[in-house]
């Protein structure tokens, strides 16, 4: 479990470790309009920058502040999670 590491380094370690596998983890974020979890998948990360996610949504760019993700499922296992607003 992750409960415990910043969500920038876990997402650094998805990325970057050999032993972890991308497709395998679901992220959500906080939809302020919708007032719900919006889960994407790892492999729609396009890149981070400061402190914002990149996203490939339906052929357009969309920018999510990393306060926003509030969990992190691997294999549908909840790993990493922070309390959600709203």
Do not use: C
């Not at 502040?65 to 959600?84: A, C, E, L, N, S």
């Amino acid at each position: 479990m992750f409960f415990m590491m910043p969500i920038h380094e876990l997402i650094n370690k998805i990325k970057w470790d050999p032993n972890e596998k991308p497709a395998t983890y679901l992220l959500s974020y906080y939809d302020r309009i919708l007032k719900s979890l919006v889960e994407f998948r790892f492999d729609e990360i396009a890149s981070m920058e400061d402190s914002f996610i990149q996203l490939h949504k339906e052929d357009k760019l969309v920018s999510i502040p990393f306060h926003r993700i509030k969990q992190v499922k691997k294999d549908g296992t909840i790993v990493w999670k922070r309390r959600v607003d709203g």
